[in-house]
């Protein structure tokens, strides 16, 4: 059994390799972004303790999954119960081409369209990785990391 937390700056690839591990293991998949936010204009973070009570359905109703996501708010939550971390510490010019490239994400995007408009935003986003202090920051992402004292790797590219 195998429950797996994925983190890292956007367009490192968590959603890729966690549909990629997934699919070969027969593995739940929960993308946190699908419960972070609220459908508001801007978005607005839900509060912790309702993306928290999501979690704990989401692995109370699953064997062996994945969770993935740039939150460390978030997977702190699914810590406890996971066997293992990956966490996709790519450079930040390498997320950006990744995100420039990444498919439409329907469960997040009403078209490609609509996704590709927020495109600046997420390239911006992405640019200050490493200049945030954030949970969704490489301080936030190297923290967890090094605190882990359970399985883990650390990913520097897509290969």
């Not at 059994?1 to 593995?27: D, P, Q």
């Not at 839900?46 to 993935?68: C, H, K, L, Q």
């Not at 469960?107 to 992405?126: C, F, P, R, T």
Request: aromatic share 10%; net charge negative; hydrophobic share 35%.
């Amino acid at each position: 059994m195998r429950n797996i937390l994925i983190f890292g700056n956007s367009g490192s690839g968590k959603s890729t390799l966690a549909k990629k591990l997934c699919r070969a293991e027969g593995l739940s998949h929960l993308d946190l972004d699908t419960l972070a936010w609220q459908p508001t204009t801007p978005p607005e973070r839900n509060p912790i303790d309702v993306s928290a009570a999501e979690i704990s359905n989401f692995i109370a109703s699953n064997v062996a999954w994945v969770i993935e996501g740039c939150y460390t708010d978030l997977l702190e939550q699914a810590l406890p119960f996971s066997t293992e971390i990956i966490f996709m510490n790519l450079p930040i010019t390498l997320c950006i081409e990744n995100a420039k490239k990444r498919p439409w994400e329907p469960h997040k995007y009403a078209s490609k369209e609509v996704q590709d408009n927020n495109l600046d935003m997420l390239v911006g986003w992405i640019s200050q990785y490493s200049d945030r202090t954030d949970t969704f920051s490489a301080i936030a992402h190297n923290k967890f990391y090094d605190d882990y004292s359970g399985k883990k790797k650390m990913l520097t590219d897509n290969e």
